[in-house]
């Protein structure tokens, strides 16, 4: 199955199974100032979460674009993006774990085609202190799966990564974490506010036995391994507690809040551990290696990031943000030169945005048809920007490969900020890249010069007329 036959399969289970799709929420959160951009599924829904009835009722589900920037500096390995679809469906006082948990595994394993005996789970642990019980009824309900897939389950219980990386799980399918399997909007238990919901999770990961583990990320692998040989497919929630003054307490309504990466399904049904190796996603890639004349497995790094950049400031072109130097508009204006300075390095001066934005509509024309619809404004405003840094682009990285010999600071790179509009991000990435040593102390020195600019502008800026001002008394 490729990605569009996997999403319409999942939001066909969950019109089955008595649910309300809901359309796509753009990626700029509407009435929600603590966020620039949608991250996840379930974060357009969190009013209803918290206790808000939904008009459409308690048992929703659909597929939701989400940007996640704080990703972007992993986005070159085989699985992080910064742009990607959550499929997602809750349960607002509804169902629970004894029907959440078999309808993901029928998704994944009858509708997928998953093999069961790739995939691994991981539960909450349980904490003491708070008197939270560990989930055994979760695991209980995913022994009871794998058994009848004849699939033997063993169980092990480490209380961080950092513990399962040190010690191991052994052969265990189902892996008992702490935190790490607790869900609420910031930390663990210890963390939460008084009347703040939580409750334990539920992540499933699918195993790629071709992929060695890397070592530098622990001396042993396991589920929640960062090294790419599991991927996380997906994670169920089951909000379930609200902190009080003097503990815990049941939430008077229960909910379940599953968010599932359509990219990683997709790329564990076509066997590859390479998410850009998916029909979302090969597309671009290919468009690339054809425009540059060069070949993805020498240049995988730049076709990646190109690939990936390109997607989100597409959606973000087509959800009404525009470049600009804050917010929304600074991101946007980051993913677009990010991806023209990538694309340099496969030597293309053309305009990425009319070689690879037709290829990104085609790509998503059916689940989206906005794109398509939009892709000649898109085009244009990304275009714009492109030609407006490529002006100053090669200026900016001449001026920093002066530093070469005795690396660069803080100050100077606000230098190459305020004169040649490069982006401080770029500029750091840039001097790495090229073996320049970048200050310890980059950070506080650029943020510095940014203050005594501000400083300057403002006692440079005319006073209007008022009392005391313009004639003498």
């Known amino acids: 199955m490729d990605a569009d036959e996997i999403r319409q399969a999942f939001l066909d289970l969950m019109v089955e199974s008595g649910h309300v799709v809901l359309p796509r929420a753009t990626l700029v959160p509407e009435d929600d100032p603590t966020t620039l951009f949608i991250g996840s599924g379930m974060q357009p829904l969190l009013p209803y979460l918290l206790g808000a009835d939904h008009p459409a009722g308690t048992r929703l589900a659909d597929s939701q674009t989400c940007l996640r920037v704080q990703d972007i500096e992993e986005v070159g390995d085989n699985r992080h993006t910064t742009f990607f679809e959550m499929l997602g469906n809750w349960s607002l006082g509804d169902y629970f774990k004894a029907e959440q948990i078999p309808q993901f595994w029928h998704f994944l394993t009858e509708r997928v ?54 010690v191991g799980v052994g052969e265990a399918r189902i892996v008992f974490y702490g935190s790490k399997n607790w869900w609420c909007r910031e930390g663990g238990p210890e963390d939460m506010p008084v009347g703040e919901p939580g409750g334990p999770d539920s992540e499933v990961f699918y195993l790629f036995p071709d992929v060695e583990h890397d070592p530098s990320y622990g001396e042993h692998c396991h589920p929640n391994c960062d090294c790419g040989r599991f991927i996380e497919l997906g994670n169920s929630v089951f909000m379930a507690y609200v902190r009080t003054e003097t503990g815990f307490a049941p939430l008077p309504r229960r909910n379940v809040d599953y968010g599932g990466g359509l990219s ?38 730049a076709m990646r990031v190109i690939a990936d950049h390109l997607c989100g400031a597409t959606f973000l072109a087509v959800d009404g943000v525009r470049p600009a130097n ?21 030597g293309l ?21 906005e794109v398509a619809a939009h892709v000649d404004d898109v085009v244009a405003v990304l275009s714009r920007e492109e030609r407006a840094f490529r002006r100053t682009l090669r200026r900016g990285i001449s001026h920093l490969h002066d530093y070469r010999d005795r690396g660069v600071t803080g100050a100077e790179l606000f230098v190459l900020h305020d004169t040649y509009g490069f982006p401080v991000e ?40 008022g009392p005391g001002t313009g004639r003498h008394h």
């Open 113 to 166: 085609g998953l093999d069961p005996s790739r995939l691994y789970v991981s539960c909450f642990i349980g904490d003491a202190a708070h008197g939270i019980p560990k989930d055994d009824e979760s695991a209980a309900i995913w022994t009871r799966l794998f058994a009848e897939a004849g699939v033997s389950a063993g169980r092990a219980e480490v209380d961080t990564e950092q513990q399962a990386a040190r």
């Open 264 to 301: 990683r399904i997709a790329a564990a049904a076509a066997g590859t551990s390479d998410i850009f190796r998916i029909s979302l996603l090969w597309p671009i890639v290919e468009r690339l290696q054809q425009v540059s004349g060069r070949a993805y497995a020498d240049e995988t790094l």
């Open 326 to 346: 804050k917010a929304h508009g600074y991101v946007l204006r980051r993913l677009v030169r990010r991806a023209v300075r990538f694309g340099l390095d496969l």
């Open 349 to 369: 001066e053309d305009d990425l945005a009319e070689l690879l934005v037709p290829t990104v509509a085609a790509v998503y024309e059916t689940a989206y048809p």
């Open 426 to 465: 770029l500029s750091t990435e840039e001097a790495r890249r090229s073996g320049i040593a970048v200050s310890d102390t980059w950070r506080d020195e650029f943020d510095a010069q940014m203050a005594a600019q501000r400083a300057r502008s403002q006692r440079a800026r005319p006073r209007p007329p």
